[in-house]
């Protein structure tokens, strides 16, 4: 980057922080939006007036500003056409305003970015969260040691295999790829109060802060589907399940989305996953799933090997193709007691009975937000 004062710098790579939580959050409405579609995604390009490979683009979230030849972020105008030619307004009024309060935000992120970068701020936003998924940040006290190499990237965390990934502060094992954790996310009000504070952020306007509420109590009732899922602090709140924003791992290669729900009086845990370029989907991939036990008093004495129990750990083999999303899960598990619990993820490109890590009192894998259970 251009050198210039260090708040100006932080300042820049918070706005790309925040725009590639923001095309992750459209990316995701976006998705909703055409599930109620019949005529699908090229339809819809045609009727808006866009080649079909800015639709894809637009599903594709951050994934966008790592192209180095990407197509042009929705704008507010696309948003308005998309609206009017799907008749969404008509039929889910909550989705319409969250994809226009999300697009608004993405307009007024670019703004804010080319202002400090005019000729280049979208190679400069690209690279600003490259070396944040590279360089490990200062964690806060209260935040376990395996965080201190988090680097997010839409909210990202650690993870390592036996020769290429390391599981983080173990002096044995090299720090690898980092998965932002969302330990320090634990408090004892729960998730109600975890999700009503990340509504603070600025890019949400008042209203969306009710819809947010709806959509999260369908959830504690356990009903409905995907669709009009909201990512707060890289927190989605689904009508069905709680999940995280899409975290990057396995050498880069794919991001997952660990969730988590109450089913037939058990934990459910599942997790999606994507490759990060549809060009270089990998053709196996193996994905670890575990429940994780969130005891403030583990976490606090750094006893993560005693926060997840072998008898929960899950694995699946699976093959990506492109824009792809699979899903490995659910798995249901009843937890040992009360308390708080988190879907624990891990993945490599390497085949093994467990993660890498597993042994290591460091290793947490990365998680789900908390639920409280029972």
Known sequence: MTPGSGADEAGFERKAA????????????????LAGYPPGKDALARNIGVDKSFISSWLRGHRQLLDAKGRRLVSEQDVAKMIEVTRLRER?????????????????????????????????AARALLARAEVP????????????????VTPAVPMRAPASRAPA?????????????????????????????????????????????VAYLQFAGG?????????????????????????????????????IAKSGGR??????????????????????????????????????????DEATLQLCTLSIKKDEVVRCGPFRHEPPGPGQYATAVSASLQHDLRPPGWDSPAFTGTQSPPLVWP
């Not at 997790?271 to 990060?276: H, L, N, Q, V």
Request: aromatic share 4%; net charge negative; charged share 25%.
């Open 169 to 213: 502060p173990a002096p044995a094992e090299p720090a690898g790829p980092a998965e932002e954790r969302l330990l320090d996310q634990i408090e004892p009000a729960g998730a109600a109060s975890r999700f009503m504070g990340g509504l603070r952020r600025w890019l949400y306007v008042a209203a969306v802060a009710v819809v947010a509420l």
């Open 92 to 124: 889910d009024e909550a989705l319409t305003r969250n994809m226009e309060a999300t697009a608004a935000g993405i307009t007024a992120l670019v703004k804010q970015l080319s202002a400090v970068r005019p000729n280049r701020w979208r190679s400069e």
């Open 137 to 152: 940040e200062r964690a806060p006290a209260d935040t376990p040691p395996a965080a201190e190499a988090a680097r997010p």
């Open 223 to 259: 009903g409905g589907g995907d669709a009009g899922g909201l990512a707060r602090d890289g927190v989605t709140v689904l009508p069905s399940r709680l999940c995280r924003s899409w975290a990057p791992m396995a050498q880069q290669v794919v991001e997952v989305r660990p969730c």
């Open 18 to 33: 925040d725009l590639a939580n923001a095309l992750d959050e459209f990316s995701e409405l976006l998705e909703a939006a």
């Open 267 to 308: 934990m459910e845990l599942s997790t999606e996953a994507r490759a990060i370029d549809p060009e270089n989907a990998p053709d196996e991939i193996t994905i670890w799933v575990w429940l994780m036990n969130l005891d403030r008093r583990l976490i606090d004495t750094r006893q993560y090997h005693l926060t997840r």
